[in-house]
């Protein structure tokens, strides 16, 4: 498997931050993604961003506090990312390519933060603050369908209840088929059964998402 640099740290860490916790989010998160949370020890972190344990404590509480922090800004940036290109004066179709293109950017700027949002949500969502649980990539993915089936774009329908019947519980179906794709997608290009840009694919995920909710 190839290298593939985080391209934006701003979320994660600022220039005012000391080195020694911007060295510390930045090796935290490679190691949570390749090892996995529970597999990867304080010592390991700290001795990948080239510090002693002291040094991660002095701006981490502990391991615990270190990932949260991980998972919280990146979800926060992402969700922001995801609720501005979704716009009231856009059509449906013109807000799905919006929103694929923020989830493709998303792996592009930072594929490590991106599948670790996805590979954490049982884990953090109970912390999160109500603010930033309005955020779900989740939540405005259900809201973008359900605009779908208003213009008549998404088909939620149950077969077995008839012709154009929709059922809730179908729309949730969608938002897990969609979500489960665009996460999919990313662990590939993560283990390079895809190379390239992520965005330079949009094209061809926007059909596969169209004819999933069509």
């Known amino acids: ?75 926060r940036h992402f969700g922001h990312e995801l609720s501005a290109a979704r716009r009231p004066d856009q059509t449906f179709n013109e807000n799905l390519r919006a929103m694929l293109a923020v989830y493709l950017r998303a792996m592009d700027q930072s594929l490590d933060a991106f599948l670790f949002v996805q590979e954490n949500l049982r884990t953090f969502w109970p912390r999160l603050s109500p603010a930033v649980r309005a955020l779900s990539p989740l939540r405005q993915l259900r809201t973008l369908l359900e605009q779908g089936v208003v213009e008549g774009r998404v088909n939620p329908a149950r077969p077995s209840r008839g012709a154009s019947r929709s059922d809730p519980e179908n729309l949730l179906l969608l938002v897990a088929a969609v979500s489960g794709f665009l996460t999919q997608f990313s662990r590939m290009l993560y283990f390079d059964e895809f190379t390239g840009d992520a965005l330079a694919r949009l094209d061809e995920v926007e059909r596969v998402v169209r004819a999933t909710v069509a």
Do not use: C
Not at 48 to 74: I, Q
């Open 1 to 75: 498997m190839s290298a593939r640099p985080t391209l934006d740290w701003s979320y994660l860490v600022t220039p005012d931050d000391a080195p020694a916790k911007q060295a510390i989010v930045k090796a935290a998160l490679r190691l949570f993604v390749s090892q996995g949370l529970a597999e990867t020890s304080i010592r390991e972190i700290a001795a990948a961003a080239g510090y002693t344990n002291p040094a991660l404590f002095k701006h981490f509480e502990n391991r615990d506090a270190l990932a949260f922090h991980l998972f919280e800004r990146s979800l």
